[in-house]
Every structure is written in structure tokens, then in C-alpha cells.
């Protein structure tokens, strides 16, 4: 490990005793253009994930390195804070997950920055490493090598798959349960006992549909099989136990609605499921898996479950649902995971969710978060009922100088009803400031949700409101409201942000004189489409890492690639033949108003085409429009020093429309 690493690895030791904010946003004077820290908003968290070990001995963390452009896994060790092991690979590669396998060894799952996404991508490769750093080993992935020739042992499978961890079996210390697929489109997956040491792996199931995620019971039996075929559908297949056939227990195609597994009973005798309907939202409910009974255990008038909350058995106990501000619901409401909850969430004041337990159940790692704050992680003592701060996740913000996001609710011109939020700078009032509309990328199953995003404390921080908006489409509100979406870019999802936009002027929130409307991916799609069709509402529009022209999402980028993703292109966007009337494209000649376009040119699934035909259209047109591109960027700039140029971009271009204020010097 290089010095810089060692360094890094320092720094995450030292917040374990403190952590003071270096820069915030502070209030706004109406008269006065705030100067922004961009940098502060630039820059990535401290750490990603931190998880404790099963004895409670050591925490294990990943620690961006170098700006962002690697991660590194560090171990620390409770007694003093020092770093007992590190692990991290090259440029561009980065830890995507890990997991505490037994009390002495860490998998480590790997990601790779290919430029096709803004976060790196797994790569299906899992390594292992002991607490002390030793006995590290590449188990399984592409770059796995033979013993050589000279021998006929190969403990290791030298094949081109992708491997990811389905149960860590808690009672087993040496061997975990994979799933591993091999490297094409729409895969078969099979499920594989793999010992954690050395490698080794024998197949124990394989999936009877294609894209597949497998689910385990409490002994570690694959009992379920989640896919997704070439018709876009889901199937949901179930079996007794090892050896056993697989039978199918949903077919979407069928029966109009996807449900999933979430886990297992402690007995194995009751499965849980999230179950769609064809109204309203998601239920939970347990099958009986003896007699197939199935009894509705949670479902709100609302609101999907967003997360399933696990015991410290890791048994299903609860959910948690975002309506406007987070709230848990649980099976059990007099259960010990209920009451040690609502103990929490009473004491911090603050949505919370137990990310990791020790074995014998006497310490939990508590993460904490609100609209305002990034995230807090705190080793809460289960006996002594008592937690302590561990790190922050920016520990440069401070909660109490960042401004509000407010739930709010209207309806459409259909009578279709919408939530979203609205953040308004801190220290002003909501009457008549500029305002920001963003929309969300996806568009299909995201949900905007009260969080701290930087983005929109960005936009505050410079003097604007930001309006966001569920429009139909998105996620958490029912299988009927993400289906009304299907086949209405630019149409009815457009009209909703655009009722949104005329609401927030309506209830004197925005100045009807200075609104401008930006997003990225689909987002950036909806800017341009709302700068198209509503000329004289909106002052500006920003696209980052858009799609432009609808009919080239046919041809060019990596959804047609895939037979299920040929079949969403059909069935939620459209026939290519269609789309020309819903193309920003070709209809730039109704954008009369300031553009701003940003765009990567790895981006497989936004291909930057996409931006360089927008732009190429707007200059034709006579309209206004600069660019940003880096050329070894993907979907969303992923370098520290390229995000701090485009908010600075970013900034500037509203501040010539909207008054707002720009980046610091």
C-alpha cells in the first residue's frame, strides 16, 4: 500500500475521535448572489460503506482514493483504530460490495470504471483477505489463472463468469453460497457452494429462467429463483430444497404482476414476498410454504416498501416506506428488532437502519441520514443501550447550515395525484425566488426521495428553490403508477412536470419570470422536452448525459443490446417509427431559450451522439447553446476535478438566467 493510501487509511482512523465541518452553505440574502463552494459538492464521501466483524473486534470501510478514481478496502481494529489490513487494485477499479464471511476473512466484490456509467460497474470478480492482510486471494472472475501446466489441480475454475455473493452461510466459516453467470447477454445462472480460502466451487442449483437472482433459506438452500426473460417478464420459481424441482410460482407475463422473494422465517416454513397489484401499491405477504397459503402481512395506502429491515436472525422483520419523510413499518409491532427501532429512531430523531450486527446480537452498526445530512454511522450497544459516533459520510457539511426538503402533494391535469419536493434556500422565505425544476433520470421504477443530495443543496446553496417531482413512471407508488408511463415521453410524464412547474408558481413558491429546468439522462431528455413544448414557461434548460433522439435508442447504445432490453424499447418508449414527434431533436426549433449540454463520450447508455446531434440541431435552429464534453467520461462524470468544472459551468449558465449565485474563486 502507497503512501497516499496509508494516508487515506489514516484519515478514516482519526474520524473514529472527530469530525468538524470545513465547509457549508449558508444563508441566503435575497439581494446578494451567494458564492459556492463547489468543490464541497465535487467531492466524494469519506467512506462508502463500513460494516463490524461478527466477533465486534473490527470494522471494515471503503475509502475512495486519488479523486475518486479507485477504492480501497481498509480494516481497522476497535481496540486502538489501527488499520490491521488494506486492499485495492488499479486505476478505475473499485470495491462494489463486501461482506464479513466469517469473524477473520473479508469477500470483496470488484467494479471496474468502464465509462458506460457514472459508478463503476461490477465486474463479477470476488476476492477474499484476512483481518491481518494475509491470504489474499482473486477466487473467481475473468482474471482468475490456473494452477499452470505442469499440474492437473485447478482448485480454482479458470472461466470468463460473473460471480456475486448470495449468502455468506454464518454458521459455515469456510464456505459461502455464489451465483455466477457466464459472460452474455441474458444469461443462465447457476448457483455454487464456493469455499472462501481457496476457491473452490461445486454447483448446487441452477436457474430455470434467465437473468436470474437466487435467494437462500436460513441453512443455506437455494430455494428461489427471481429472472428476467427476453419478453421483459419476471418469473418467480420456488423449491422444496436441494434436489428438488423447481416450480414456477409467478409468470408476469400471466398474471399482470411481479412478485419477489425477501426471505425466510428463522424455520424455513414461511417465505416472504413483495407482491405488486394491479392498483395501488406493493403488499408484503408470507406463504406458507408447506401449504402455499398466503397471508398479507404490511401494505400502505401509499407508498411501495422501499427496504426490507432484517432481524438480527436475519429474518424478515419490517420495511421501510418513503413518503415524503422515511417511516418504518414492521410485522411485529411488540417484536424485540420493533421496539429496538422505534428506540432508536426516538433518540436520533432521524430515519435509521441497522447495516450490521455481531453474531452474538450485543453490537449494532446504526446509520442515520435526513435531507440534510449525508449520513452518520454509530456502534450502538445493544445491552447497555448506549451508541457512539463513528464516521460521517461528509463530514464537511454541517446539517444545521443545509437547507430543507419539504413533501409535497398536487395533481395532475388528469386528476392523477403527485408527490414530490420542494427545497428552498436556508434563510428564505418561499415566495417568489428562482427556481429549478428536476426532473429525475430512469425514468421507469426511480423515485426521488428525502435524502441528502448534493445536487439539490448545490442549487440552494446558489440562491434557487428546487421543485422534484414523481412523475407517473416512477418507482414506489404501484405497479399502475410506474405502468402509466409506458409509451408518454414527452407526453403525459412531460405534462406532469409541467403541472408540477405551474403548481410551484401557483402557490406563489417560484417566480413565474425565473424558472429554468434541468436533469440528467432521461432528466435531461424532460429539460429539453419542457424547454420544446412550453417555450414561454421555462428561461433555460440543462441536459447532463441526456438522450435526445428517441428513434437511435434502437441503434445505438446498450439497452437494444440485450433481447430483454430490445422488448422495453418497444414496449415502454416506443416503436423507433413513432418517436420522431417526441425527439428534442426534432423540435429545436422551438427551444427558444438558453441551452447547456454535458456529455461523456463513454456513455453506452446515453451514447454521446445523443448530445452531439442535439447540439448540432440548436446551432441550425439558431438557438442558443454550449457544451461541456470530456471524452473518457460515461453516464455522469465520474473525476472529482471534471464534476467541479461542469457545476461551475452549470452555475454560471442559470446564473445568466436566474440572478443565482456562482461558483467561489
Not at 454541517?398 to 436556508?426: C, H, N, Q, S, W
Request: hydrophobic letters at 40%; aromatic letters at 8%; charged letters at 25%.
Amino acid at each position: 500500500m502507497n503512501t497516499r493510501s496509508l494516508l487515506s487509511a489514516a484519515l478514516l482512523a482519526t474520524a473514529f475521535f472527530a469530525a468538524s465541518p470545513v465547509a457549508h452553505s449558508e444563508g441566503v440574502d435575497r439581494g446578494i448572489a451567494p458564492a459556492v463552494d463547489v468543490e464541497a459538492y465535487s467531492r466524494s464521501d469519506s467512506f462508502h460503506q463500513v460494516k463490524i466483524s461478527p466477533t465486534g473486534g473490527f470494522l471494515a470501510a471503503t475509502v475512495p482514493l486519488e479523486n475518486g478514481e479507485r477504492t480501497a478496502l481498509v480494516i481497522i481494529r476497535r481496540g486502538d483504530s489501527a488499520v490491521s489490513a488494506s486492499f485495492s487494485l488499479g486505476r478505475n477499479t473499485h470495491i462494489h460490495a463486501f461482506d464479513w464471511v466469517n469473524p477473520e476473512r473479508v469477500l470483496i466484490s470488484i467494479a471496474d470504471k468502464f465509462g458506460s456509467r457514472d459508478e463503476p460497474l461490477p465486474t463479477g470478480e470476488l476476492y477474499a483477505i484476512n483481518v491481518d492482510g494475509s491470504k489474499g486471494e482473486l477466487l473467481v472472475g475473468q482474471r482468475v489463472a490456473g494452477a499452470g501446466l505442469g499440474t492437473r489441480i485447478q482448485p480454482k475454475k479458470v472461466e470468463t463468469v460473473a460471480a456475486f455473493l448470495v449468502d455468506g452461510l454464518p454458521t459455515d466459516d469456510r464456505n459461502v453460497v455464489i451465483s455466477v453467470s457466464p459472460f452474455h447477454e441474458d444469461p443462465y445462472s447457476r448457483a455454487e457452494l464456493m469455499d472462501v480460502y481457496s476457491g473452490r466451487r461445486m454447483q448446487i442449483a441452477r436457474a430455470p429462467v434467465r437473468n436470474a437472482q437466487f435467494v437462500t433459506d436460513h441453512q443455506g438452500v437455494v430455494r428461489f429463483a427471481l429472472g428476467l426473460g427476453t419478453d421483459y417478464r419476471q418469473r418467480l420459481y420456488y423449491r422444496d430444497g436441494d434436489g428438488s424441482e423447481w416450480e414456477l410460482l409467478n409468470d408476469e407475463g400471466t398474471s399482470g404482476v411481479g412478485e419477489a422473494p425477501v426471505g425466510f422465517s428463522a424455520d424455513g416454513t414461511t417465505a416472504y414476498l413483495q407482491v405488486e397489484h394491479s392498483q395501488g401499491p406493493d403488499s408484503i405477504v408470507s406463504l406458507d410454504t408447506a401449504t402455499g397459503r398466503r397471508t398479507e402481512v404490511l401494505r400502505d395506502d401509499a407508498v411501495d416498501p422501499a427496504a426490507i429491515l432484517h432481524g438480527a436472525d436475519r429474518v424478515p422483520v419490517g420495511v421501510v416506506y418513503q413518503d415524503g419523510k422515511p417511516r418504518t413499518a414492521f410485522f411485529d409491532d411488540a417484536s424485540t428488532d420493533a421496539r429496538l427501532y422505534r428506540s432508536l429512531e426516538a433518540a436520533f430523531d432521524s430515519p435509521v437502519v441497522v447495516t450490521s450486527r455481531t453474531a452474538d446480537g450485543n453490537h449494532a452498526l446504526v446509520q442515520t441520514w435526513s435531507d440534510r445530512n449525508p449520513g452518520d454511522f454509530y456502534l450502538f450497544d445493544t445491552v447497555a443501550k448506549k451508541a457512539a459516533h463513528l464516521l460521517s459520510r461528509r463530514e464537511w457539511f454541517d446539517p444545521a447550515m443545509m437547507a430543507a426538503k419539504r413533501p409535497v402533494e398536487f395533481k395532475a391535469r388528469d386528476g392523477l395525484a403527485l408527490r414530490g419536493y420542494v427545497t428552498v434556500p436556508k434563510g428564505a422565505e418561499d415566495r417568489r425566488l428562482p427556481m429549478v425544476v428536476m426532473p429525475h433520470g430512469g425514468p421507469y421504477g426511480v423515485q426521488d426521495t428525502w435524502d441528502f443530495d448534493p445536487h439539490v443543496q448545490m442549487l440552494a446553496a446558489a440562491g434557487y428553490a428546487v421543485l422534484q417531482v414523481n412523475f407517473r413512471g416512477s418507482g414506489g407508488y404501484g405497479k399502475a403508477f410506474t405502468s402509466a408511463g409506458a409509451r408518454e415521453w414527452g407526453k403525459a410524464m412531460q405534462d406532469d412536470v409541467t403541472d408540477a412547474t405551474h403548481w410551484a408558481i401557483r402557490q406563489g413558491i417560484a417566480d413565474p419570470g425565473k424558472v429554468c429546468i434541468y436533469g440528467a439522462s432521461y432528466g435531461a431528455y424532460a429539460a429539453l422536452m419542457g424547454a420544446a413544448r412550453e417555450p414561454d414557461l421555462y428561461q433555460c434548460a440543462a441536459g447532463y448525459v441526456g438522450v435526445y433522439d428517441l428513434p437511435t435508442m434502437h441503434t445505438q447504445g446498450d439497452i437494444q443490446r440485450r433481447g430483454s432490453g430490445a422488448t422495453y424499447l418497444r414496449e415502454w418508449i416506443g416503436e423507433r417509427e413513432e418517436l420522431d414527434a417526441v425527439s428534442p431533436t426534432r423540435m429545436a426549433d422551438q427551444i427558444k431559450v438558453p441551452v447547456f449540454l454535458a456529455a461523456g463520450g463513454e456513455d453506452e447508455r446515453a451514447p454521446i451522439q445523443h448530445t452531439r446531434m442535439m447540439e448540432r440541431a440548436l446551432v441550425e435552429s439558431g438557438s442558443p447553446v454550449e457544451t461541456l464534453y470530456y471524452p473518457r467520461e460515461g453516464h455522469g462524470f465520474y473525476v472529482e476535478q471534471h464534476q467541479r468544472e461542469y457545476h461551475t459551468r452549470l452555475l454560471a449558465f442559470l446564473a445568466r438566467s436566474l440572478g443565482g449565485g456562482v461558483a467561489a474563486e
